[in-house]
């Protein structure tokens, strides 16, 4: 992807900025390429579109889905995406996969998997981008929500799958989690990390069609159960399970309109702007540790004299406090090394 955008014919930030803001998807996509980049005369550019475009950015109800593979997550976003298309929205779906990189390609929010939504003028879906890291992937993931808004589009799904930190860094992203389970009883509860329901604003026992509908039934009461007795994200919202079928199209009209309750709910209690608000400074926070992190790893020379004070310190020839002191000073990060024992 990165090599067809540089045999592109160069645009100017100017062009950019207007196609975005005019919704042109294939300025639209560069500029999600530029955003993606790490080259730093990216990075600044990027930076910059950001800025220019940020008064024109927030205005998408933004939804994030997970679930493991296979519990129907391309096929529910597919139906979903072209119900809210036919009803006059506008559709991005953008993905999250820390696994991507390794994995040579992206799955997620790849447009053959959602085969109606990818030939629908109304709608856009990017994959993940495939940075590495999960807070690499995040951030571009942020950025691109930001372009896609200011493209004028009003619903984004962010698609991830339960890997590692995924969901979490999904959900803080997002003003709604919504978590697909599978039908089946007591042994799926065992299964599923405990975290995902802890964090879950509406959960959606999926496949709920055919033979499965008794089943998923009775795990919708298991999890009813299970969700009683945790505190949920928000006082004033208990998160709901519902039944759907992506593939039947059956109850994506009552999910949705569970996504949007809950932001009715959410703002009465003044409480969906407080969410952007935290996560926004949230984002802040973390811009400024991946930007102290790659003031060392991602400078040659601050990473050779890491890897050798490192050595030393396996060595026993050097205290971690001290090379770690000498690595930041080399890195222009002059800092006071917290006392031993000490963290944060
Ligand atoms: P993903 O990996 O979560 O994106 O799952 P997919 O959407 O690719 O679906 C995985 C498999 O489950 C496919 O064979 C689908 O045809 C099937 N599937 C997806 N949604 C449903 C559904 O609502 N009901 C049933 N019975 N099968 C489904």
Redesign the pocket.
Known sequence: MTMTAERQKPVSDEDLVRGVRAGDRALLARAITLIESTRAEHRARAERLLETLLPATGGAHRIGIT??????????IDQLGVNLTAQGHKVAVLAVDPTSSRSGGSILGDKT?MARLGQDPAAFIRPSPTSGTLGGVAQRTRETIALVEAAGFDIVIVETVGVGQSETTVSEMVDVFVV?MLPGAGDELQGIKKGVLEIADIIAI?????D?RDRASRAAAEYRSALSILTPVHPAWKPPVTL?????NQGLDELWRLICEHRRVMSEADAFAARRREQAAGWLHDLIDDGLRAAVTGRPAVRALLERLEGAVRAGRRTPQSAAAEVLAFAGLAVNMPATGTTS
């Open positions: 679930g493991v593979p296979g519990v129907g997550k391309s096929t529910a998997r697909l999926n496949k709920a069609d055919g499965n759907v079928s992506g593939l039947a």
